[in-house]
């Protein structure tokens, strides 16, 4: 049974670690009736933290998809992740979701996660709800956390409810309920029911006041989006609840309006308004712009398709999980229609892949249930796929179109894994082949010669939860070095070279001269780029060529070389004709030549770190950063605590995480993610014998 378009919400939860993604999640899924118990994350019982490694550490690595009904429509929920070595991940799953929800926690206000993803949601354009959590903890700030967003995130945020009380039980004001601006009404929750009983009455009278007020901003704010809607209020006449949410919709729809929310997860305050607000103001994949791409055969020519059953399927792949029966690649179908048992085309890989088996993930039954059919605008599983990957489009045979691909960042850590024996050699590769298709910021490269397998990957703590997968759940007979941090290498200047080819070879003279010029790129991680001033014929040629001096080892060269442009100048083949042999020759020998004369430059990994510190601990933390090399960037407060912005080498952050916590009892948490390649001083260098 397919699904009504406009009956679809293709929603994700996004949130800084600890804000309350996971209980959100878990409540939605309770009263949607969707589990009979709701789960919590301190006992490591919640339905979407299903990996082990999640459970153990409270956190969610890895997006799944639940699906569940609320009033008639249909929720696929994408779950993202809340950790910062993951940002990939929340990059890959804004691409497949409509709207989101995003939530702060009342007590923390706006940290550092919450503002790099909604900066990254600013950038895909995703309309957006914020839902002010946890007040019922002691320290809660609604209007400060308010502000928080409007300040530091430019947003232009809107209460449609305010919170009753703030803060624990035994306050004297504690957080009791909420008022609804829209109906102007009062809202409490039965704890004895988990919430599942909500008591509507009339405004308490010592709040009628901040209520109208919030009210009338929440009008003005709204205005310009509608006429009829601004008259009424100049005419003070009633505004109909029914026309408030019709303009606030258009207006979150248009992401120029943040309605904000606010509620206690734990405490089973304040969800099925969120529910209510997630039907109500975030677009369903009608109200979405039509998917572009291109023609794979012709990058230039670009395509376009609607959210429209009716036209040619095409869909984004942007999970793969894997269990012992095999793997369920998660798809966002944008247009057309897909069948169980029928054939997709896979531009990237050229090959057409059979579909199997579409598999609904619904959070009320215990197995992906399968389904016959899907159509534009949902979210399904696929059993069957063989070369296809996260990021790879999936698309009609007849009608193809690929669709633009995900990018993901260098990795900056790595870590060597040696396998006892030659079957645990073999069952490594498996299962880092398959953890690869999962992941596409993990990457595995084998030494042939030393059989020593290398893993990188995007930070300490994504590197060891692979770790944990390959010795703990899969159970591998492997010796696991140290992480070591991934160097690059660049050149330090633009060099000329010309390289040469004169030899007799069966019979045959070769000869060739090939001129290049080399030059590093100003920063970016950009590989190395080839380019020709030539006729177009020799660019494969000297690509060829450049390819085989980087695989070559030994040749001075440690580390991957990046940010290096190189443009072939000329290339002549003297009285003899022309020679695919001599000209690829002499072309390496330029490479080499011109590489020597253009001199190294060892690149390190620098991180962005943040640190949200106690004041009184700021001292020691800044103290301790200065021995590892850190530039700090910014120092600002965020209620009680201070937050320290810096940029720091990895190689000096290994255990940092460890430290922060020994240095401040636990109290100030450190946040980082890669930020770019930099030239590496004289002792670091020295470090390495080649250099
Ligand atoms: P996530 O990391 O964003 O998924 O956050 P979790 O849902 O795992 O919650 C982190 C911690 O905050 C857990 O200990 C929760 O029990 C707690 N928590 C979540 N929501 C609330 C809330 O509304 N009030 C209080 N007091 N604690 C909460
Ligand atoms: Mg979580």
Same mark, same amino acid.
């Given at each position: 049974?397919? $699904?009504?378009?406009?009956?679809?919400?293709?929603?994700? =939860?996004?949130?800084?670690?600890?804000?309350?993604?996971?209980?959100?999640?878990?409540?939605?899924?309770?009263?949607?009736?969707?589990?009979?118990?709701?789960?919590?994350?301190?006992?490591?019982?919640?339905?979407?933290?299903?990996?082990?490694?999640?459970?153990?550490?409270?956190?969610?690595?890895?997006?799944?998809?639940?699906?569940?009904?609320?009033?008639?429509?249909? =929720? &696929?929920?994408?779950?993202?992740?809340?950790?910062?070595?993951?940002?990939?991940?929340?990059?890959?799953?804004?691409?497949?979701?409509?709207?989101?929800?995003?939530?702060?926690?009342?007590?923390?206000?706006?940290?550092?996660?919450?503002?790099?993803?909604?900066?990254?949601?600013?950038?895909?354009?995703?309309?957006?709800?914020?839902?002010?959590?946890?007040?019922?903890?002691?320290?809660?700030?609604?209007?400060?956390?308010?502000?928080?967003?409007?300040?530091?995130?430019?947003?232009?945020?809107?209460?449609?409810?305010?919170?009753?009380g703030q803060g624990p039980p035994h306050f004297k004001d504690a957080f009791r309920g909420i008022i609804d601006l829209i109906e102007m009404k009062q809202m409490t929750?039965?704890?004895?029911?988990?919430?599942?009983?909500?008591?509507?009455?009339?405004?308490?009278?010592?709040?009628?006041?901040?209520?109208?007020?919030?009210?009338?901003?929440?009008?003005?704010?709204?205005?310009?989006?509608?006429?009829?809607?601004?008259?009424?209020?100049?005419?003070?006449?009633?505004?109909?609840?029914?026309?408030? $949410?019709?303009?606030?919709?258009?207006?979150?729809?248009?992401?120029?309006? &943040? @309605?904000?929310?606010?509620?206690?997860?734990?405490?089973?305050?304040?969800?099925?308004?969120?529910?209510?607000?997630?039907?109500?103001?975030?677009?369903?994949?009608?109200?979405?712009?039509?998917?572009?791409?291109?023609?794979?055969?012709?990058?230039?020519?670009?395509?376009?398709?609607?959210?429209?059953?009716?036209? @040619?399927?095409?869909?984004?792949?942007?999970?793969?999980?894997?269990?012992?029966?095999?793997?369920?690649?998660?798809?966002?179908?944008?247009?057309?229609?897909?069948?169980?048992?029928?054939?997709v085309y896979n531009p990237r890989v050229d090959k057409k892949e059979n579909c199997t088996q579409l598999r609904h993930i619904q959070a009320d039954r215990r197995e992906?249930?399968?389904?016959?059919?899907?159509?534009?605008?949902?979210?399904?599983?696929?059993?069957?796929?063989?070369? #296809?990957?996260?990021?790879?489009?999936?698309?009609?045979?007849?009608?193809? =179109?690929?669709?633009?691909?995900?990018?993901?960042?260098?990795?900056?850590?790595?870590?060597?894994?040696?396998?006892?024996?030659?079957?645990?050699?073999?069952?490594?590769?498996?299962?880092?082949?398959?953890?690869?298709?999962?992941?596409?910021?993990?990457r595995a490269t084998t030494n042939e010669e030393t059989g020593q397998t290398l893993i990188s990957g995007m930070g300490e703590l994504h590197l060891e939860i692979i770790?944990?997968?390959?010795?703990?759940?899969?159970?591998?007979?492997?010796?696991?070095?140290?992480?070591?941090?991934?160097?690059?290498?660049?050149?330090?200047?633009?060099?000329?070279?010309?390289?040469?080819?004169?030899?007799?070879?069966?019979?045959?003279?070769? #000869?060739?001269?090939?001129?290049?010029?080399?030059?590093?790129? @100003?920063?970016?991680?950009?590989?190395?780029?080839?380019?020709?001033?030539?006729?177009?014929?020799?660019? @494969?040629?000297?690509?060829?060529?450049?390819?085989?001096?980087?695989?070559?080892?030994?040749?001075?060269?440690?580390?991957?070389?990046?940010?290096?442009?190189?443009?072939?100048?000329?290339?002549?083949?003297?009285?003899?004709?022309?020679?695919?042999?001599?000209?690829?020759?002499?072309?390496?020998?330029?490479?080499?030549?011109?590489?020597?004369?253009?001199?190294?430059?060892?690149?390190?990994?620098?991180?962005?770190?943040?640190?949200?510190?106690?004041?009184?601990?700021?001292?020691?933390?800044?103290?301790?950063?200065?021995?590892?090399?850190?530039?700090?960037?910014?120092?600002?407060?965020?209620?009680?605590?201070?937050?320290?912005?810096?940029?720091?080498?990895?190689? &000096?952050?290994?255990?940092?995480?460890?430290?922060?916590?020994?240095?401040?009892?636990?109290?100030?948490?450190?946040?980082?993610?890669?930020? #770019?390649?930099?030239?590496?001083?004289?002792?670091? $260098?020295?470090?390495?014998?080649?250099?």
């Amino acid at each position: 049974m397919t $699904r009504s378009l406009a009956d679809i919400r293709n929603i994700g =939860i996004i949130a800084h670690i600890d804000a309350g993604k996971t209980t959100v999640t878990e409540r939605m899924l309770f009263y949607a009736n969707a589990i009979h118990r709701p789960g919590n994350v301190d006992d490591g019982t919640t339905t979407t933290d299903f990996d082990p490694e999640e459970q153990q550490r409270g956190i969610t690595i890895y997006a799944a998809c639940v699906t569940f009904p609320w009033k008639g429509k249909t =929720i &696929n929920l994408i779950d993202t992740p809340g950790h910062v070595d993951f940002t990939a991940e929340v990059e890959r799953s804004l691409r497949v979701l409509d709207g989101a929800v995003v939530v702060f926690s009342a007590r923390e206000g706006v940290e550092a996660q919450s503002e790099t993803v909604w900066r990254q949601a600013d950038k895909y354009k995703v309309p957006r709800l914020a839902f002010i959590n946890k007040l019922d903890r002691e320290g809660a700030d609604f209007t400060g956390t308010l502000e928080e967003i409007r300040n530091r995130l430019g947003s232009n945020a809107v209460p449609i409810q305010i919170p009753i009380g703030q803060g624990p039980p035994h306050f004297k004001d504690a957080f009791r309920g909420i008022i609804d601006l829209i109906e102007m009404k009062q809202m409490t929750f039965v704890q004895q029911a988990l919430g599942k009983e909500i008591v509507v009455s009339d405004i308490p009278e010592e709040m009628q006041l901040e209520a109208e007020d919030y009210r009338r901003q929440m009008l003005e704010e709204l205005f310009s989006f509608n006429d009829e809607l601004a008259s009424l209020v100049l005419e003070e006449s009633p505004v109909p609840p029914d026309l408030v $949410r019709k303009v606030l919709r258009e207006a979150t729809l248009s992401a120029r309006l &943040n @309605p904000v929310l606010c509620g206690s997860a734990l405490d089973y305050q304040g969800i099925q308004p969120l529910l209510d607000a997630v039907t109500l103001y975030l677009p369903s994949p009608a109200d979405v712009p039509p998917v572009e791409g291109h023609d794979p055969a012709k990058p230039d020519k670009k395509l376009v398709r609607n959210p429209d059953p009716e036209e @040619p399927f095409c869909g984004l792949v942007f999970k793969v999980l894997a269990d012992d029966h095999g793997e369920l690649h998660f798809v966002r179908v944008y247009s057309g229609r897909l069948k169980a048992q029928s054939r997709v085309y896979n531009p990237r890989v050229d090959k057409k892949e059979n579909c199997t088996q579409l598999r609904h993930i619904q959070a009320d039954r215990r197995e992906p249930w399968p389904v016959s059919d899907v159509e534009a605008g949902d979210i399904v599983g696929i059993i069957g796929l063989k070369a #296809s990957v996260t990021g790879d489009t999936l698309c009609d045979p007849k009608d193809v =179109i690929a669709l633009e691909s995900i990018t993901f960042p260098e990795t900056v850590i790595s870590m060597a894994i040696e396998p006892e024996s030659t079957a645990d050699r073999k069952k490594l590769a498996d299962k880092l082949e398959m953890l690869k298709r999962q992941d596409p910021t993990f990457r595995a490269t084998t030494n042939e010669e030393t059989g020593q397998t290398l893993i990188s990957g995007m930070g300490e703590l994504h590197l060891e939860i692979i770790k944990n997968r390959l010795l703990r759940d899969f159970k591998l007979n492997v010796k696991v070095r140290e992480p070591r941090v991934s160097y690059r290498e660049t050149v330090e200047k633009a060099a000329t070279a010309t390289g040469e080819c004169h030899r007799v070879q069966a019979g045959t003279t070769l #000869s060739a001269d090939v001129t290049i010029r080399l030059e590093p790129y @100003p920063e970016g991680e950009k590989p190395v780029t080839v380019e020709s001033e030539l006729p177009i014929e020799t660019l @494969p040629i000297i690509s060829a060529a450049v390819n085989e001096v980087l695989a070559e080892q030994g040749q001075g060269r440690a580390f991957p070389l990046i940010r290096v442009k190189i443009t072939a100048l000329s290339a002549t083949c003297g009285e003899t004709e022309p020679n695919e042999i001599a000209f690829r020759a002499a072309a390496a020998d330029a490479f080499r030549k011109a590489l020597d004369a253009a001199g190294p430059v060892l690149l390190e990994p620098i991180m962005k770190l943040e640190v949200v510190v106690p004041d009184e601990y700021v001292g020691d933390i800044v103290g301790d950063l200065q021995q590892r090399r850190a530039i700090i960037t910014g120092t600002n407060t965020r209620g009680k605590n201070s937050v320290l912005e810096a940029e720091v080498p990895l190689a &000096n952050l290994f255990g940092y995480v460890g430290a922060v916590r020994s240095l401040s009892q636990g109290r100030a948490s450190p946040s980082m993610e890669p930020r #770019s390649y930099a030239a590496a001083p004289a002792d670091v $260098r020295d470090q390495f014998l080649n250099w």
